[in-house]
């Protein structure tokens, strides 16, 4: 017989070795159930602002968004008291004002207003509770410059939202 020859039979019978070895350990196993209670239950996140508590402000004094009119450079302020749940370990949340929902055909007048919470910052709550946010609109161009495409316009300002998001970090 070659050299060669042998070679070859020689591997093929290591590799049948090999083969049947490997398929035998993977033969072998075992498993068990987890004791103890195994069901988990998502938490959840609500937020309603509290009935009759909303009042609009124009600086210092009383704003009726229905009557009156806002000009550019007019900070107009929201504040209302807002009951919040938070049902989860570890769950955070931030209080974010938005604009998203405001309604109208014043695209040019709703592009130049913006919002914040008043005291500059998103407030974060990591237990259920109640706050009183007050929101700023500012009637302001983002681009710094005025021109006349707002005038006339409206907004229903009732639109804007109080948001509770669940903050990962």
Known sequence: MKKTTKGAIAAGAAALLLTGGAGTMAAWNASTGTSGAATVTAGSLSISEAPGTG???????????????IVPGDVVTYSATYNYTLVGTNLKATLKPSLSGLTGTANALQAQLTVANANGADEVVTASGTRTITTSITFDPKDG??????????VTLSGGAVTLEQKLS
């Open 55 to 69: 009042v609009w402000k124009l600086g210092t004094a009383a704003f009726d968004p229905a009557t009156q009119k």
């Open 145 to 154: 410059t005025f021109d006349n495409s707002a005038q006339g316009q409206s």
